[in-house]
């Protein structure tokens, strides 16, 4: 292995979403400095902590149809039984769900907590509360995917936050996704809540660090045997 592609191999690959608020925040640095030295500083900081905020590590997803992964990086802020957001379709009796909470620290790549057939992408406006709030998943602004799967239908809605102003989406409705799988990007600190049909048990509490893509929030009945992993 060359000296290249070590260095290659220990460096967090960036999301192109990041590439023009890195740079306009690179050129705002030098901007600031030209004028006063200790903006200058100011703005380099502030130019890492974007490179960091739109970093897309590789993660480690099990193979298993019976598990459900994170979709985001984050604390679990929430679990319970809420009535899903009417443009799902997912009915009106209530559904297990658990919130995933992203500060402007975590990573916000967010992907496909199951492998399935996309039915549904619903977008809504609103607000931009609190996203830890509970009432964040009736008012937020936010974006609904509906995972369609040989267990059921699971629901994942990107809610926008106090600071976030934009929801990305990368799928399309009929697409088929892998467990893994990059979903979208929120900008900056949000939510995502997921939605899980009846046959699904929790497997995290509120308070649980978890990583999008590698940290099994439920599972749709015990698993038994050697897990098999892929990277994306």
Excluded at 126 to 141: M, P, R
Excluded at 171 to 197: K, M, N
């Amino acid at each position: 292995m060359s000296i290249i592609d070590s260095i290659r191999r220990q460096v967090t690959p960036i999301h192109p979403e990041g590439y023009i608020f890195i740079a306009s925040f690179g050129v705002a640095a030098l901007i600031l400095g030209s004028f006063f030295s200790p903006l200058g500083w100011i703005g380099a900081i502030a130019t890492v902590w974007c490179v960091y905020f739109f970093r897309d590590p590789v993660r480690h997803t099990p193979v298993d149809d019976t598990l459900v992964v994170s979709p985001a990086d984050g604390v679990i802020s929430s679990i319970g039984y809420f009535i899903p957001p009417p443009e799902l379709g997912l009915g009106v009796e209530p559904l297990q769900r658990i919130s995933v909470f992203m500060s402007v620290f975590d990573c916000h790549v967010n992907r496909a907590p199951v492998a399935g057939r996309i039915v549904k992408i619903a977008y809504k406006p609103g607000l931009f509360l609190n996203a830890d709030l509970d009432k964040a998943s009736e008012d937020n602004e936010r974006n609904g995917i509906v995972i369609e799967t040989a267990g059921g239908r699971f629901g994942v809605v990107q809610i926008a936050g106090l600071i976030a102003r934009r929801i990305v989406c990368f799928v399309r409705q009929g697409e088929t996704i892998g467990a893994g799988d990059r979903l979208g990007l929120i900008r900056f600190g949000s939510r995502v809540d997921v939605y899980l049909p009846g046959v699904a048990r929790s497997l995290v509490t509120i308070g649980s660090k978890a990583v999008a893509g590698e940290t099994v929030l439920a599972e749709l009945r015990a698993s038994a045997g050697k897990r098999i992993f892929k990277a994306s």
